[in-house]
């Protein structure tokens, strides 16, 4: 019986969650539609934009959080329209509109299309600034995106309450959990609403905000466990991506103190180990979700702010 954990061991890593390289045609555009994003791969990802009147100071390439989907950024998206920003938000991978919903596309695909995005928005407005703007599980995109080898070709990022909870912050029962049910029954579809039942989370003081998204039938309201165990990976990477930057443009990160989702010793740590390269904003009566919390006008602006003050 002493062999019994070995074979166990090898049974798990022969159904390990596998997620897409995502290889892109060097020679081809992205290009960035009415409502689509057209990627490097072929790929027609679903976008949304919100444009300033005129030529924009600048252009905020927006990257949503776990289970949302481009629509997160309308409340912002109005205001910096008015600020002279032009806003543009796709759906990631495997939400929103977008084919296959649910399915986790893997961080590399994740990355490249911010890059495309990102690339196709200069083309676009051609020399006006563009920055990168990640939400929860798109700021760990951004963070990453910005600590890779293929940096996207941005002049700032603002992480909004980035995605930084890794494994070596989590409880050891929660780490086993995730391993055996990505590897075990990697297909299985978890309810939130079920969830909900074990752990009360508030992800904003904005109720009305959070009934809408409850009726809304593009964001998700179940989860598989390979996509949980892909959303950790990521968030691995995010939290030791300080680490690994080099020549980083200028950073902006917002968190609220009444954040439920993502505790605040990673967050932290995470600020600290930026150090100069990050400006970093605690809203005492900020939650997870500060874009669409009450008092998401204080955030706008000071976003919209610190951006027109990178563009002078």
């Known amino acids: 019986m002493r062999f019994l954990p070995v074979f166990l061991v090898l049974g798990l890593a022969a159904c390990a969650p596998s997620f897409d390289s995502a290889p892109r045609d060097a020679s081809r ?40 989907y481009s629509n997160a950024f309308d409340m912002p998206g109005q205001a910096w329209a008015k600020d002279g920003i032009t806003t543009i938000a796709y759906d990631q991978r495997g939400f929103g509109k977008n084919a296959n919903p649910g399915i986790w596309a893997g961080a590399d695909a994740m990355r490249a ?21 990640g939400e929860s599980m798109g700021g760990a995109v951004v963070l990453t995106a910005l600590a890779s080898a293929t940096p996207p070709r941005v002049d700032g990022a603002i992480l909004v309450a980035p995605a930084v909870w890794s494994r070596a912050d989590m409880p050891l029962t929660y780490r086993a959990a995730l391993f055996l049910a990505a590897h075990l029954i990697p297909g299985v579809i978890l309810s939130n609403s079920a969830a909900s039942k074990v752990v009360t989370i508030v992800p904003s003081d904005n109720i009305e905000m959070l009934r809408a998204l409850g009726r809304d039938p593009l964001f998700q309201k179940r989860t598989r466990t390979d996509t949980l165990y892909g959303l950790v990976n990521l968030m691995d990477e995010a939290r030791t991506s300080p680490t690994r930057l080099s020549g980083a443009p200028p950073i902006l990160l917002v968190y609220g103190a009444n954040d439920q989702v993502i505790p605040a010793k990673p967050t932290q740590a995470v600020i600290a ?40």
């Open 29 to 68: 555009s992205a290009v960035i539609g009415d409502e689509v994003l057209m990627t490097r791969d072929g790929k027609e990802l679903a976008l949304r934009r919100w444009e300033a009147e005129g030529v924009p100071k600048a252009v905020i390439v927006a990257v949503h959080g776990m289970s949302d």
């Open 113 to 133: 299309d911010l890059s495309d995005a990102v690339d196709a928005a200069r083309q676009r407005y051609p020399g006006v600034p563009v920055f990168a703007l």
């Open 273 to 312: 180990e930026l150090g100069n390269r990050v400006e970093a904003r605690k809203y005492e009566k900020g939650y997870h979700m500060l874009l669409r919390d009450l008092q998401r006008a204080v955030v706008h602006k000071d976003v919209a702010d610190w951006v027109l003050t990178r563009n002078n």
